[in-house]
């Protein structure tokens, strides 16, 4: 069960640090917008030797943020990086998830990563396995049930 655990507190971090990335990069797009005005497509900027909008915004973009010790263009590559690697992480397990035996494992990787409605789940799985419907129920879905919700809660749906 420690690999359910883990993947679930590993999927709650990678939406923690959506979300943070997402910030920052609101916080680039709001910076743009000071200087250049609002993003229109195929407009090219004026970057002639009297505009000064544009190094005014690579100064921002670039200014040392002494709180986080990073300018904003180092925040965001650094967190794009522990999105990238998060991700990274949670397809190497669930691609171990799916190769395991247990019957716990088999039911969570169809609910929470095949994305199966738990009944569904629970149908798919005892077939699979050869058991009843009923002793899934009774006995496999309960060991799982808590992060299951844990993930409901936090994202809306599994």
């Given at each position: ?77 650094e967190?794009q ?47 699979e ?8 129920w ?21």
């Open positions: 069960m420690i690999a359910i655990r883990n993947y679930s507190d590993t999927k709650n971090e990678l939406g923690v640090a959506q979300i943070r990335l997402d910030y920052l990069l609101d916080k680039k797009e709001e910076l743009y917008s000071k200087h250049f005005g609002p993003r229109l497509n195929d407009v090219k900027i004026d970057c002639g030797p009297n505009n000064d909008k544009v190094a005014d915004y690579i100064h921002n973009l670039t200014k040392i943020n002494p709180i986080t010790g990073l300018s904003l263009e180092d925040e965001l590559s967190q990086d522990v999105v990238r690697k998060l991700k990274y992480y949670l397809s190497l397990m669930e691609y171990n998830l799916k190769a395991m035996k247990s019957i716990e494992y088999k039911l969570y990787y169809a609910i929470v990563i095949e994305g199966m409605k738990v009944t569904r789940g629970i149908e798919f799985v005892a077939d396995v050869e058991k009843d419907v009923s002793t899934i009774k006995y496999y879905y309960p060991r799982i049930e808590k992060e299951i919700k844990k993930l409901e809660f936090k994202y809306g749906e599994v």
